[in-house]
């Protein structure tokens, strides 16, 4: 018996080894081909882990109660999760999904919409529980959402139940149903688009961007932590509140906000206020419930305001730097904060039981239409345009000072304790 090995043999094992490799290779190219499917036609509710679904151009996913893990996507259209594989769904312009998307505990790269998601249970289209991730939402131009996006938990859970993340959501289109983050944490907001409903955050937000030419139709309510908002050539149509803590602020640039800006509550700080080139808030800057506003208020000359209140038992010392047109400033509480006035200001009101601790000065250029006072105020000096009617109702006034070619007319039926 004779044999002749020739170099590179290899005989049965080597055989084998190719046999192996070339079925890895084909598991790989079945994976692969089973982990991107589109959609077409009148689909089924269906789950997804670990996949890349694509809905296209004339498909509709009807509503159903698609199953992930043991848990079911109740009023779903599609359902992510639970087992760590990272997935990615996009809705082509035309395509739509009849119901929301419903995630728990999943992993997702992108949710890309330029067709339509209907709204579901607790009004949303697109709704996170147990730890999701996103990486991105994208509503297109074309994109409609007929719900909200949101962050939230369960009742029964607790907000540990809820304690997603979405790091950024960019709307480009049109979301009827609002944004909340109920639990957990979105990033960066990004706003080109509308949204309607309103914005909420109940734990922690980022930065809120609403710019050229986006708008938001409800309140933009913060209740607990955010970074910043910006409102730069666009339109806020109610009002901004917050109960929490917003670090950076509050810009508006070239914009329109059509209620109020609210600082309320004693664990309220809503950071410094800009309201800058040719902004309009068309309600008032409010100082609320037991709030102490210590950051600053600038009011570029082009801008206007509608007011400044501060109410009973809150307290307003930061500094303002007005320069544009404001139409009240009232208080009720104590009043700290400095007003030395080059601005047109309609009136300055003090309600019995205010304090307002330091002096008013009017300067040349500068006009204050009626000073009323059924409180506390220090001196007033008057060297603006125009008329003041000053109106001293039972309240206390230090002094009173008219200057060299201003004209004031004063009534008073309380104290003036230094004179005229």
Same mark, same amino acid.
């Given at each position: ?242 109960? &929490? =803590? %917003? *670090? #950076?602020?509050? /810009? +508006?640039? @070239?914009?329109?906000?059509? !209620?109020?800006?609210? $600082? ?89 039981? &205010? =304090? %307002? *601790? #330091?002096?008013? /000065? +009017?300067? @040349?250029?500068?006009?204050? !239409?009626?000073?009323? $006072? ?47």
């Amino acid at each position: 018996f004779s044999q002749t090995l020739t170099r590179g043999g290899g005989g049965k094992t080597s055989n084998l080894k190719r046999t192996a490799l070339s079925c890895t290779l084909l598991t790989t190219l079945l994976t692969s081909a089973s982990a991107a499917r589109d959609i077409t036609g009148n689909h089924n509710a269906f789950a997804i882990n670990g996949e890349t679904v694509t809905i296209k151009s004339g498909a509709t996913v009807q509503v159903g109660s698609p199953v992930i893990g043991k848990y079911k996507g109740s009023n779903s259209s599609i359902a992510v999760g639970q087992n760590g594989k990272e997935s990615s769904i996009t809705i082509e312009q035309g395509g739509k999904l009849n119901g929301r998307i419903y995630t728990r505990a999943a992993k997702i790269k992108d949710i890309i919409i330029n067709g339509s998601i209907g709204a579901g249970p607790s009004n949303a289209s697109i709704i996170n529980f147990r730890s999701t991730t996103i990486e991105k939402i994208e509503v297109g131009q074309t994109g409609v959402l007929e719900g909200g996006i949101i962050n939230s938990w369960f009742k029964n859970g607790g907000t540990a139940s809820g304690n997603s993340k979405i790091d950024n959501i960019d709307i480009k289109g049109e979301v009827k149903g609002g944004i909340k983050n109920q639990s957990g944490t979105m990033q960066t907001i990004t706003i080109t688009g509308s949204v309607s409903g309103g914005i909420q955050n109940d734990d922690t937000m980022d930065t809120l961007k609403i710019e050229s030419g986006g708008s938001v139709s409800g309140d933009i309510i913060n209740n607990k932590t955010m970074q910043n908002i910006s409102v730069s050539g666009s339109t806020v149509n109610n009002n901004i509140q917050n109960s &929490g =803590t %917003i *670090t #950076n602020g509050v /810009t +508006i640039t @070239n914009s329109t906000i059509g !209620g109020n800006i609210v $600082n309320s509550g004693s664990n309220a700080n809503t950071g410094a206020i800009n309201i800058t080139g040719t902004s309009n808030v068309g309600g008032s800057i409010i100082n609320q419930n037991g709030a102490n506003f210590t950051n600053s208020i600038t009011l570029d000359q082009s801008s206007k305001l509608g007011g400044i209140s501060n109410t009973q038992g809150s307290t307003m010392s930061g500094q303002l730097d007005l320069k544009g047109e404001v139409g009240e400033i009232n208080n009720a509480g104590k009043f700290d904060s400095t007003l030395t006035l080059s601005n047109k200001v309609g009136q300055i009101n003090n309600a019995e039981g &205010g =304090t %307002i *601790t #330091n002096d008013i /000065t +009017i300067n @040349n250029g500068g006009s204050v !239409g009626a000073i009323n $006072n059924a409180g506390t105020m220090q001196a007033i000096t008057n060297n603006g345009t125009g008329t003041l009617t000053l109106t001293n109702s039972g309240g206390t006034i230090d002094k009173i000072t008219n200057g060299t070619g201003a004209t004031a007319t004063i009534r008073n039926q309380g104290k003036i304790t230094n004179g005229i």
